[in-house]
DNA sequence: TTCAATTTTCAGTAATTCGTGAACTTACAA
DNA sequence: TTGTAAGTTCACGAATTACTGAAAATTGAA
């Protein structure tokens, strides 16, 4: 097959090299880059031609990026292969990774953090387990929970907040006053 | 050594277990929860006999926690050996934990992508893979950039805005209409 | 210094994960 | 139906990662 144009390449293979990194493996990675990157719908064909994979690893690469929800299959008239695309949005990208991560490594965690704090401690070492157990069922229920919330916003709201960066702060003290003096007025 | 009580034991070994999904392997995750769940430092010994583990292999697991900092080495008065903690309060944790994620995740995917953008395209799919790669990093450097200031307000702070939900666009419209109102009267 | 306690390194093995080709299944056009 | 293109599964070898015990290095008390 023709060889990747330059640009195309790096990204490509630096998904790969930091797929370790992110728990997925390089053909997974690099399977995924190529998708993204790709202006048009490519089969299995195309990308094991186009990566040097056999068939079958492109296969179950294509398996994994679904489950994940980081690419759509997609049917073109009047060609029975299935391609496959990535959702065009970044931010909807982005809300189902975290989506589908704390569906597979979060909620199992935070049942189990649940299942702990209701239990009666056999001893003193076991008490206290329980207490710090309690402060990380906290701490992640409180994140998880918000960032539910937020990603129900829309992006632009969303890019809003962000680039507000951490003078949110004087906006949250703001409305704190806010209402002090709606309660004064009451009365 | 005693077995473990109860709870302890189920926290751990669930820690083992999701181990391999959070990109740590089985022992470094059990040693971690194993010193997060304690109310004394522990030190070498006290792990590889409370795991089953060999030293050597606890040894590089803290090690390897250190390096996230997940835990604090301490010396206690009149012991030479070395003993390990985790920080007590679970926000400071969640901190470490993600800007040492960003330092070996997201910066080095970042400089790739701020790279991409300034090359010249060699051609039209390589233009568009630039495109995209653009979008791509907007939003890693739009969020990341977020996160460390936010990272940067009080844990109450904090709170506070994760409590408030999906209602924080309520107050950002508000100050928007107060940033209006303020123009107007300046005129 | 010396020596013993403690920690680290390392080579070898065990376990796991990855990637392939071949066989198998499925779906559709003729 | 039948035949073929497309997709999946699977068993196997390759590569990587995890774990151990033994040896080496380091530390600090005497």
Redesign the pocket.
């Known amino acids: 097959m023709t060889q990747l144009p330059p640009i195309t390449q790096k990204f490509v293979s630096h998904f790969?090299e930091m797929?370790?990194r992110w728990g997925?493996?390089?053909?997974?990675g690099q399977i995924y880059a190529l998708i993204f990157v790709s202006e048009k719908p490519l089969?299995?064909?195309d990308i094991?031609d186009a990566l040097?994979?056999?068939?079958?690893?492109?296969?179950?690469?294509?398996?994994e990026l679904q489950s994940w929800r980081l690419v759509k299959l997609k049917h073109l008239a009047g060609?029975?292969?299935?391609?496959f695309e990535a959702p065009q949005d970044v931010w909807e990208i982005f809300k189902s990774l975290a989506e589908e991560k704390r569906r597979r490594e979060v909620e199992p965690t935070l049942s189990m953090l649940r299942a702990s704090i209701i239990e009666t401690p056999a001893n003193d070492a076991d008490a206290h387990a329980q207490k710090r157990i309690q402060q990380m069922h906290e701490l992640i229920d409180l994140s998880s929970t918000w960032f539910d919330d937020v990603a129900r916003l829309s992006p632009e709201t969303i890019a809003r907040l962000m680039r507000m960066g951490s003078s949110v702060k004087t906006v949250l003290d703001m409305t704190d006053k806010l209402k002090i003096v709606r309660r004064k007025n009451k009365t």
Do not use: C, H, P
């Not at 997925?24 to 997974?28: A, C, K, M, W």
């Not at 060609?79 to 391609?83: F, L, S």
């Open positions: 790969g797929g370790s997925i493996n390089r053909t997974v089969n299995a064909d094991a040097e994979f056999s068939r079958s690893n492109v296969s179950i690469g294509l398996k060609d029975r292969r299935e391609y």
